[in-house]
């Protein structure tokens, strides 16, 4: 892969290298910043935090930051359970993740002075017939080809871990590395961390990217208002690939992939109904259940191709509920606190795009679909080498957006309405 050295046309410091201006002060530029990121969810708040720490003034485009996907995610930092076939490049970057967090989680906890809700609390896969079973067995089959570790036990090996398991459940995977995290929390965290390192934050979605001389300059925001910018990264989540003004050779291939999700609460003073969690394939169809500290249960969560469909309808949060109950039948006596829908941001490989584009100036960090919250330490890390360095660091270099020659013709450019054939499937988390 060629890697090119962005090289500033209005500041006196080369774009590419960390600011002589003191981290966490105002710019001497009220408008201009070394790098505005276009998004402020937890890919752009991870960026901006990181850039900032290494010096770069640092603005963030968005007009609610810290909302978007993360308020709808469960939290698995599920590397091991959420491999696919096909997506050992996808697993490398994953377990990248996951080796950071421990780390990171101190680190922004510390930062921020607000928990993050991260629980290093494993996970249970579990099946509850014999065709299940048989397609559990060769996802073990694959991680140990893949150098995972993953415990085979048996159905009541299984219920002893979690009492409140069906009679049914026929076995599973028992996993002590994939742990979760409160996406809410943590992105709140990363919000104040921002804050506190300094970076500006432009309440209004972007329109579009402004280019100068064949380079990246900045953006247009809503109502008009121009800002300008050395480096532009680009982590708009889902509606990444409609921003006006990105030449179409360089617009990233990024559609929205709609999940619906649950949440459930225990009553004050129950115990929880699982310690860890727990994962299944009923009916063919994958469910989770992630446990919180609070009592909160979250259950989810439908994959839909809907465009940018987010309506909450009675079949997904009835076929959510069902296959909850095939595997935890108590689960009915729980009051349901919340239904969200919300879009993932799809990639052709389901992998992200991370580093810089054609364009020069212009770098992405989007495409994340299912893993953004499991992505997020090492995503911040491999964005503050390119905007420091302007280079992809190895890691990362398989997820560059130069392997998509071009990126037109195949996104929904508007709301879509769910018709009689949209189908829904439980899969992925949100």
Not at 130 to 139: H, I, M, N, S, T
Not at 297 to 318: K, N
Not at 322 to 341: C, K, Q, S, Y
Not at 344 to 366: C, E, F, Q, V
Request: proline share 8%; with cysteine.
């Amino acid at each position: 892969m060629q890697s090119s050295r962005p090289t500033s046309q209005s500041s006196g410091h080369r774009s590419g290298q960390p600011s002589a201006h003191p981290p966490g002060q105002p710019s001497e530029r009220p408008s201009g910043s070394d790098v505005l990121i276009i998004g402020g969810g937890i890919v752009g708040l991870v960026t901006a935090w990181r850039a900032a720490q290494r010096g770069l003034r640092t603005a963030v485009a968005d007009p609610l930051p810290g909302g978007g996907a993360a308020q709808v995610a469960a939290g698995m930092l599920a590397a091991v359970t959420e491999l696919h076939y096909g997506e050992q490049t996808l697993l490398g970057l994953n377990l990248a993740s996951v080796q950071r967090y421990p780390d990171f989680v101190t680190e922004l906890e510390e930062a921020s002075g607000r928990g993050t809700g991260y629980r290093a609390c494993g996970t249970l896969a579990v099946a509850l017939d014999a065709d299940d079973r048989a397609q559990l067995r060769e996802l073990h089959v694959l991680q140990q080809g893949s150098g995972l570790t993953s415990d085979w036990l048996t159905g009541r090996e299984c219920r002893r871990l979690e009492p409140m398991l069906a009679p049914g459940v026929r076995g599973g995977l028992r996993v002590e590395g994939d742990h979760q995290i409160d996406p809410r929390r943590l992105s709140a965290a990363l919000l104040t961390a921002c804050e506190r390192a300094g970076v500006v934050f432009h309440r209004a979605w972007a329109d579009r990217l402004s280019v100068v001389r064949g380079r990246a300059a900045g953006a247009v925001l809503a109502g008009g208002r121009q800002v300008h910018a050395d480096q532009v990264v680009l982590a708009g989540g889902s509606r990444s690939g409609g921003l006006a003004g990105v030449p179409a050779e360089v617009l990233p291939p990024v559609r929205p992939v709609k999940g619906q999700i649950l949440r459930l609460t225990m009553p004050p003073g129950r115990p929880p109904f699982l310690s860890r969690t727990v994962r299944a394939v009923v009916r063919g169809s994958q469910i989770y259940l992630v446990p919180r500290e609070n009592g909160e249960l979250v259950v989810g969560a439908t994959t839909e191709e809907l465009g940018w469909d987010t309506t909450v309808t009675a079949g997904g949060v009835y076929g959510l509920l069902r296959d909850a109950h095939e595997l935890v039948p108590g689960i009915t006596e729980l009051p349901l606190t919340e239904t969200r829908a919300g879009l993932r941001p799809g990639s052709p490989d389901n992998a992200p795009l991370l580093g810089p584009t054609a364009l020069p100036g212009l770098h992405l960090a989007t495409g994340h679909h299912r893993n953004g919250v499991l992505l997020a330490p090492v995503t911040g890390e491999v964005m503050a080498t390119v905007l420091t360095t302007g280079e992809l660091p190895e890691v990362a270099r398989s997820f560059t957006p130069l392997r998509f020659p071009t990126a037109t013709g195949h996104l929904p450019t508007g709301p879509a309405t769910a018709g009689p054939a949209a189908s829904v499937r439980q899969e992925q988390p949100v």
